[in-house]
């Protein structure tokens, strides 16, 4: 570096300092100034312990800033809650749902069917014309995806077939199966060939 080079880095240095870095402290006093009010004032000696601080705004702007910053994290929570939930629950609707289907089917084959009685012993052949009055109320009535949640005709049947008094000769065979059979249009049961 030459001597030439030195002092110019010095004269360049001290323009910088004259014409940058000087006028900036007296032009941020300057500012500074600016914000106190050029008649102000004094407050009576009864206030002046009395400091008045607007914190009303501040706290409505940090509320709704808070707000705006939860809703996300409330919503991913809400989300997550139906996710874990939401099966189960789907499940015990669709329970209930079966379950009315069932007993309001029920209800309406034991008025539909005559010598059928509420809340007394249905006899084996009541009983089965009760089960397919029932079923085919059920098939007639309610939705398809609530048929299959109650495992079809037969799982209606079968439903129904348990909610019934029926006597004690009453069985799935001889009361159930005939209700089927008339209802799904079953045939009776092939009987297997005798070979000669």
Not at 113 to 136: F, N, P
Request: charged content about 15%.
């Amino acid at each position: 570096m030459t001597s030439t080079e030195f002092f110019a880095g010095i004269a360049v240095r001290r323009f910088a300092r004259s014409v940058i870095v000087r006028p900036v402290l007296p032009l941020g006093l300057l500012v500074l100034s600016g914000c106190v009010p050029a008649h102000a004032v004094p407050l009576p000696a009864t206030d002046a312990a009395a400091f008045v601080l607007p914190w009303g705004d501040a706290v409505l702007a940090l509320a709704q800033g808070l707000a705006t910053l939860s809703m996300p994290v409330v919503a991913a929570g809400v989300a997550a809650a139906l996710a874990r939930f939401g099966g189960p629950l789907r499940l015990l609707v669709t329970d209930a749902l079966v379950e009315r289907l069932v007993r309001n089917a029920t209800d309406y084959a034991l008025n539909a069917v005559a010598g059928a009685v509420r809340g007394r012993r249905l006899t084996v052949s009541v009983g089965s014309a009760v089960i397919a009055q029932a079923v085919q109320r059920a098939l007639d009535q309610a939705p398809a995806w609530l048929i299959r949640a109650a495992g079809g005709g037969e799982g209606v049947a079968a439903k129904v077939f348990r909610s019934l008094p029926l006597e004690a000769a009453a069985t799935a065979g001889n009361t159930l199966e005939p209700a089927l059979d008339r209802v799904l249009k079953r045939g009776p049961a092939p009987t297997p060939r005798e070979t000669a």
